[in-house]
């Protein structure tokens, strides 16, 4: 028998050009059969939230915090003690730019990749829009 803390949250952050990525595990411990529920909010600043890969009951974005709540309820058919983990991955785009972001953005020009601002696949104009509406000269 181990003890648990009812729940945990583990995460790293990398830069990927004008992204930060959050990527990481909530687990949820149960030692009876009574369901257990979790909240944590990841302090994001501002910016736009993209690729949420966030299974989650509920998720949302107010004053600068990403929100998550999940709720799990165990099977009669589960051995306790358990944790259960759920996987997670985001990133939040900067909305300030400068002159080394348009060298990045124009050598990724075409391609898919965290310069693509506006998420439709493809560097091209529409992200320079984005990127030019945002310029903060350094």
Same mark, same amino acid.
């Given at each position: 028998?181990?003890? $648990?803390?009812?729940?945990?949250? @583990?995460?790293? &952050?990398? @830069?990927e050009?004008?992204?930060?990525?959050y990527?990481?595990?909530?687990?949820?411990?149960m030692?009876?059969? /009574?369901?257990?529920? =979790?909240?944590?909010?990841?302090?994001?600043? @501002?910016?736009?939230?993209?690729?949420? =890969? $966030?299974?989650?009951?509920?998720?949302?974005? /107010?004053?600068g @915090?990403?929100?998550?709540t999940?709720?799990? &309820?165990?099977?009669? $058919? !589960?051995?306790?003690?358990?944790?259960?983990?759920r996987?997670?991955?985001?990133?939040? !785009?900067?909305?300030?730019?400068?002159?080394?972001?348009?060298?990045a =953005?124009?050598?990724?020009?075409?391609?898919?990749?965290?310069?693509d601002? &506006?998420?439709?696949?493809?560097?091209?104009? /529409?992200? $320079? &829009?984005?990127?030019?509406?945002?310029?903060?000269?350094?």
């Amino acid at each position: 028998v181990f003890s $648990l803390v009812p729940w945990t949250v @583990e995460y790293a &952050t990398r @830069e990927e050009g004008p992204r930060t990525v959050y990527e990481g595990v909530v687990r949820i411990a149960m030692d009876d059969y /009574e369901t257990a529920c =979790m909240s944590y909010c990841f302090p994001i600043g @501002e910016g736009p939230v993209f690729e949420p =890969m $966030l299974s989650f009951d509920s998720w949302g974005v /107010e004053d600068g @915090e990403l929100k998550i709540t999940w709720c799990v &309820t165990p099977s009669d $058919l !589960q051995v306790l003690p358990v944790q259960v983990p759920r996987f997670f991955k985001f990133s939040v !785009q900067r909305t300030s730019f400068g002159p080394e972001d348009l060298n990045a =953005m124009l050598a990724a020009w075409g391609t898919d990749s965290p310069w693509d601002l &506006t998420g439709d696949g493809t560097v091209d104009g /529409e992200d $320079l &829009t984005v990127l030019l509406a945002g310029w903060s000269p350094q």
